[in-house]
């Protein structure tokens, strides 16, 4: 079973500044099967990124993913105050999705 | 717009089972598959399994596998998630979530999330 792990676990930054999130995977994975996806307290994730580098509808174009093979990056260029959130990378495969354990971004 | 709306928190005790429903609006019910993901207090997304709303189709994750039952109404356009034999590592907050299909796959509409709350 490919395994995702996502770093930090903890991401401290200002606003304005870059974030650069990791995932991870244990073997190759299709890079068409790669999304991100934030989620707020007390709300259901929302879909920011999918096939590794797609912005999802009416996500901001400060948004991006890029990646393959093993290694996938999550960047946001400058941060907005309602950036802050916990981010999930997920992969598709053999029939079944896994989800990263989650890199939550914190206000410094 | 697409919708899910799921049905209101649940609380159960230890070995009952509970039964979570998520109603589909604002698309052709049997075009999508629908998934199951939980998130337990203060924990990470875990998913659960998979439903093909046209036949009725699942598969379930491993480690759920003989607990949750997954099924349809199409009547309704309304999915279902049973969980039997609960425990207390069962409290979480149960989401559904819409599967894109196609060349990518990614959720791309999830319910708003139940709470099932397992406590004696």
């Known amino acids: 079973e490919i395994v995702l792990t996502q770093s930090p676990g903890t991401l401290s930054l200002s606003p304005g500044e870059r974030a650069t999130l990791s995932c991870r995977a244990s073997?190759?994975?299709?890079?068409?099967?790669l999304s991100w996806y934030q989620q707020k307290p007390g709300q259901a994730p929302r879909l920011l990124i999918f096939g590794a580098s797609n912005r999802a509808t009416g996500i901001p174009d400060r948004f991006s993913g890029s990646g393959s093979g093993t290694d996938f990056t999550l960047s946001i260029s400058r941060l907005e105050p309602e950036d802050f959130a916990i981010y999930y990378c997920q992969r598709y495969g053999s029939a079944k999705y896994s989800f990263g354990q989650g890199t939550k971004l914190e206000i410094k | 717009q697409v919708q899910l709306v799921q049905s209101g928190a649940e609380v159960k005790k230890p070995g009952a089972s509970v039964k979570v429903s998520c109603k589909a609006s604002?698309?052709?019910?049997?075009?999508?598959?629908i998934n199951w993901v939980r998130q337990a207090p203060g924990q990470g997304l875990e998913w659960m399994g998979i439903i093909n709303p046209s036949g009725g189709g699942t598969t379930y994750a491993q480690r759920f596998l003989g607990r949750v039952t997954m099924s349809i109404d199409t009547s309704t356009s309304t999915v279902y998630m049973e969980l039997s034999s609960l425990r207390s590592a069962d409290t979480a907050v149960y989401f559904c979530?819409?599967?894109?299909?196609?060349?990518?796959?990614?959720?791309?509409?999830w319910g708003q999330g139940t709470l099932v709350t397992v406590s004696s």
């Open positions: 073997r190759s994975v299709d890079s068409s099967y």
């Open positions: 604002g698309y052709t019910f049997s075009s999508n598959y």
């Open positions: 979530a819409r599967d894109s299909g196609g060349w990518n796959r990614h959720f791309d509409s």
